[in-house]
Every structure is written in C-alpha cells, then in structure tokens.
C-alpha cells in the first residue's frame, strides 16, 4: 500500500526561476489537494482537483502558480518567476473514491520543501 | 469564513499523565473536526475526525477528541502520554453540506513528552 509520493523532496531555486512539482496521490482516490506550509504555521489550501477538473483554488494562488491534472492521476504545481516569498513546504494530499463516499479524511504526501534565494 | 484556535504553542506533559491538546473553531455551519500530527521531516498524518454521531471521538495511538458544540471545541485528549507522542498536532475544520473540500488548519501545537 503506497502513500501520496511527491517530487522533488527539496528544490533550491533562485529567484525569478520556474519550478514544478509533482504529486502521485493513493492510486484509489479521485481527489487531490495542494496546500503550502510556512516555518510555524498550519498548512494554507492552495487547490483542488476532483479527478482532472480543479474545483477550488484559493486566493493564495496567485498568476504565477498554476496547477494541473491531466490525466486525472498526478498532478503538477508549477511556480513561475519565484519569489523569496515562495519558500515553503508544498505538501499535497488525496481522499475519495472508497465505497460508500467516506472520503472525509485527507492523506498527505511528506511534501516538497522549496527554497528560493 | 472559517477558522482554527489552537491556544498553545507548546504543552509539556509527563510521560504517563493525561494529555489535552485544545481546539476551538469557527464556522458558519455544521463542521467536519480533524485532528492531524506531524512528525519532523515526515507528512501530516490523519489521527482522528468528528463527521456526526457521537461527540467522543476514538482514533489512533489511544488519541481521541472531544466534539462539544456549545464551546465550538474540538480538544484532543489521551489517558496516559508517551515519549514517542512527542510531535506537532494540528487541528483542522471543513464545513459539512457544501461543495467545499479545503481544510483550514490551526497554526499547531507542539507536544513534549517527558520521560
């Protein structure tokens, strides 16, 4: 049984460069979200995808992060034109497709820790 | 607009003492509860959630979470701590009955246990 994987584990960057991650969410689930992380604070939502279709994105999302699914499998997040500010953990998580639609809980993937310079 | 309290930075407990880790939310509707852990270097891993039903909540590691909706609580709670529940919880809340699917996360409480 494999979890939510993501990569790379850690990027370092420097500012104005493009970055991209990748998600694989638990191969059963149709869901899979992408939350950002700060050093002290809880994860912030970024977007979600219900199979290939983004539903939610949050005002943090801003021009230069885009998200996608192609396939409805993994999933990519890409930063263009980083900034400092961007520094973060990028975790993303999966839920859905069990019988019954008990998908309330989210599963995490251990993220993906960006440093830009 | 929905939100998350966690009250304490930090909790100190002796190994073998009950532990409470609190939780407060807020939202314009019925809430979905989580409670989430987070071991360093590692992803949030899920413990425990209120959906309906009972307000006790049992989940893993002997954690459970009481749902009290007149205080708008949701505090994780185990009878006796271990060194090794030493970690970051966090609590996280989404609203029942809509479309909606994002979390909104606490800013966390670290949890040191103390052999």
């Known amino acids: 049984d494999t979890g939510v994987s993501q990569n790379p584990r850690h990027k370092i960057t420097k500012r104005g460069q493009n970055v991209t991650f990748r998600c694989d969410p638990i191969?059963?689930?149709?869901?899979l979200y992408w939350y950002r992380q700060t050093l002290g604070q809880g994860p912030e939502f970024l977007t979600y995808?219900?199979?290939?279709?983004?539903?939610?994105k949050s005002r943090l999302l801003s021009d230069r992060f885009s998200a996608e699914r192609p396939k409805g499998s993994f999933s990519t997040l890409e930063i263009q034109r980083t900034e400092q500010g961007d520094s973060a953990m990028y975790l993303c998580a999966s839920s859905g497709g069990l019988a019954g639609g008990m998908d309330n809980e989210q599963f995490f993937g251990p993220g993906t820790r960006l440093t830009v310079l | 607009a929905q939100s998350v309290a966690q009250p304490e930075d930090q909790v100190n407990v002796a190994e073998g003492n009950p532990l409470t880790v609190k939780c407060t939310y807020s939202?314009?509707?019925?809430?979905?509860l989580f409670w989430y852990v987070q071991y360093p270097n590692r992803g949030l891993q899920f413990l425990l959630k209120?959906?309906?039903?009972?307000?006790l909540v049992k989940g893993s590691y002997g954690f459970e979470a009481e749902f009290n909706k007149s205080q708008t609580s949701f505090h994780l709670k185990k009878p006796s701590a271990l060194v090794s529940d030493s970690a970051l919880y966090f609590c996280?809340?989404?609203?029942?009955?809509?479309?909606?699917?994002?979390?909104?996360f606490g800013s966390g409480t670290r949890l040191q246990v103390q052999p």
């Open positions: 939202v314009s509707g019925n809430p979905y």
């Open positions: 191969s059963e689930h149709n869901r």
């Open positions: 996280a809340v989404r609203l029942m009955d809509t479309g909606r699917r994002a979390l909104t």
């Open positions: 995808f219900q199979n290939e279709a983004q539903l939610e």
């Open positions: 209120y959906i309906t039903g009972d307000n």
